[in-house]
């Protein structure tokens, strides 16, 4: 009897234990993330490059207001300058090209990653190597102006988006 006792206990521990990993897994998520004003940026980070290469960086940014927003301009300590490349799906094909701003739709999330929209760094003043971080300045039209920490990694888990 003494033993259902205790296998009882542990299923309920492992009941509380699933249900606390699952509650701080958001957590972990909002430790690298920014918030202001109606705009959540998460995860910014970028693939390592030499020097004489372009760097990519990605990141989300989810609106969660009533009204449109616009990612302006990013800038960086590491590049000259920091482009804004949005793929969009036209007849099949995917374009991706340099714009002016980048469109996060009211109430949506616009995710940021390879092969898709991205931040292009042109002029790396210094080799961005795995490991590693800097910040980004990200200006928005109605959010306001924010840094954030890019960190360097080969392959972020898409599902930490
Ligand atoms: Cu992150």
């Known amino acids: 009897m003494k033993f259902w006792v205790h296998l009882q206990r542990f299923f309920s521990y492992l009941a509380v234990l699933t249900v606390f990993l699952l509650m701080s897994w958001p957590v972990w998520v909002d430790a690298h993330g920014y918030k202001l004003s109606d705009i959540t940026v998460t995860h910014p980070w970028a693939t390592p490059a030499h020097r004489s290469a372009d760097g990519k960086g990605y990141l989300s940014l989810r609106n969660k207001g009533q009204k449109p927003d616009q990612l302006l301009s990013a800038t960086a300590e590491v590049a000259a300058r920091v ?7 036209d007849d099949n094909v995917l374009k991706i090209r340099p714009v002016d701003a980048l469109e996060i739709p ?18 790396l003043k210094k080799p961005l190597e795995d490991g590693q971080h800097f910040p980004v300045v990200l200006q928005f039209q109605h959010a306001g102006t924010v840094t954030v920490d890019m960190f360097v990694q080969l392959n972020a888990d898409e599902s930490i988006y």
């Open 83 to 89: 482009e804004l490349y949005s793929a969009i799906q």
């Open 106 to 123: 009211a109430g949506k999330t616009v995710r940021l990653k390879p092969g898709k929209s991205h931040l292009m760094l042109i002029g």
